[in-house]
T-cell receptor, first 108, second 114 residues
Framework: LAKTTQPISMDSYEGQEVNITCSHN???????ITWYQQFPSQGPRFIIQ???TKVTNEVASLFIPADRKSSTLSLPRVSLSDTAVYYC?????????FGQGTTLQVKP | NAGVTQTPKFQVLKTGQSMTLQCAQD?????MSWYRQDPGMGLRLIHY???????DQGEVPNGYNVSRSTTEDFPLRLLSAAPSQTSVYFC?????????????FGPGTRLTVL
């Protein structure tokens, strides 16, 4: 299974753009890259998914370079409510592996 | 749609007791899974199912049993609870057997084993 590496924590201020990079050197051809968000005492929530290039939805953007060995989640103009843990995963088979995730702390 | 529901929300067990954590979804999803999350950690996959009658092991299956007799339900059984099984348990479901699609998570069951 492809392993992902992401920073343990990040700090930001309200209104800033936040970029969280995930490294996945062993990504397989059929793997999709998926990001989840988790608030305390809640289950994770799907944010965005992509295979290559750039994907954008109403919440975030996902940038994937041509070699697909990394990906960057971009959150535009974060607010205090974006304080959460963000997980990067590879999706292909029935087994999904969550790493420790990145704890994003947004300050006023 | 209620989405993914889990019962109970909280449970305290004594070592050696058995219990079943319930998970149900009303979205006709084929794929269902169970995770556990320990404090400060990411989620770890316990068991998963790609359809009724089919189950498989995840990362940490020891001490847990599952079955999938219907599309809607995927109960997780602890046969003889141990303090190491104190954790928050999340159930999830997805339309896609390969889990390329979004997984929907339940609210979790917080289990304490004394």
């Amino acid at each position: 299974l492809a392993k992902t590496t992401q920073p343990i924590s990040m700090d930001s201020y309200e209104g800033q753009e936040v970029n969280i990079t995930c490294s996945h050197n062993n990504i397989a051809t059929n793997d999709y890259i998926t990001w989840y968000q988790q608030f305390p005492s809640q289950g994770p929530r799907f944010i965005i998914q992509g295979y290559k290039t750039k994907v954008t939805n109403e919440v975030a953007s996902l940038f994937i370079p041509a070699d697909r060995k990394s990906s960057t989640l971009s959150l535009p103009r974060v607010s205090l409510s974006d304080t959460a843990v963000y997980y990067c995963l590879m999706s292909n088979t029935g087994k999904l592996i969550f790493g420790q995730g990145t704890t994003l702390q947004v300050k006023p | 749609n209620a989405g993914v529901t889990q019962t109970p929300k909280f449970q305290v067990l004594k070592t050696g007791q058995s219990m079943t954590l319930q998970c149900a979804q009303d979205m006709n999803h084929e794929y269902m899974s169970w995770y556990r999350q320990d404090p400060g950690m990411g989620l770890r996959l316990i068991h998963y199912s790609v359809g009724a009658g089919i189950t498989d092991q995840g990362e940490v299956p020891n001490g847990y049993n599952v079955s999938r007799s219907t599309t809607e339900d995927f109960p997780l059984r602890l046969l003889s609870a141990a303090p190491s099984q104190t954790s928050v348990y999340f159930c999830a479901s997805s339309t896609d057997r390969a889990v390329r699609d979004e997984q929907f998570f339940g609210p979790g069951t917080r289990l304490t084993v004394l």
